[in-house]
């Protein structure tokens, strides 16, 4: 589920109109070990990396043009969406007695050299 929704979201805002502009999306081992997976993949433009071990600052020598990541900030890149996950569950008097509370997990960021990333209607991350 969690997978559907970044990818749709990234999908939907990215108007790819030429099929040889490869748009590579980098999926972090953190992302990938909670539900973000390669199986809906398509086919071009559309390219994907789990490349393991790559440091932060190396992200924008790299040619990705989105980071599906755990770092809320990345040199060279916009967040441009954050998805939720379970942070802790509290107690409480009333109901429900037990809240489930959540915070940024995952954070979408996009290459700064990308007109899409720079031009799109984006919800932004704070």
């Not at 790819?16 to 992302?31: K, L, M, Y």
Request: charged share 15%; glycine share 6%; aromatic share 12%.
């Amino acid at each position: 589920m969690l997978s559907s929704i970044i990818k749709a979201n990234v999908h939907i805002q990215s108007n790819v109109t030429n099929n040889s502009n490869e748009q590579w999306v980098h999926i972090d081992p953190f992302s990938a070990m909670n539900g973000i997976s390669r199986f809906c993949e398509n086919d071009s433009p559309w390219r994907y990396s789990k490349e393991e071990g790559i440091p932060l600052e190396e992200y924008c020598q790299r040619n990705f043009t989105y980071l599906l990541n755990e770092h809320s900030n990345i040199n060279g890149f916009k967040c441009l969406f954050t998805v939720n996950g379970f942070s802790r569950a509290r107690v409480q008097i009333g109901f429900p007695p037990i809240l489930l509370i959540k915070e940024p997990k995952v954070f979408i960021h996009g290459n700064l050299r990308n007109n899409d990333v720079i031009h799109g209607n984006w919800p932004g991350c704070s």
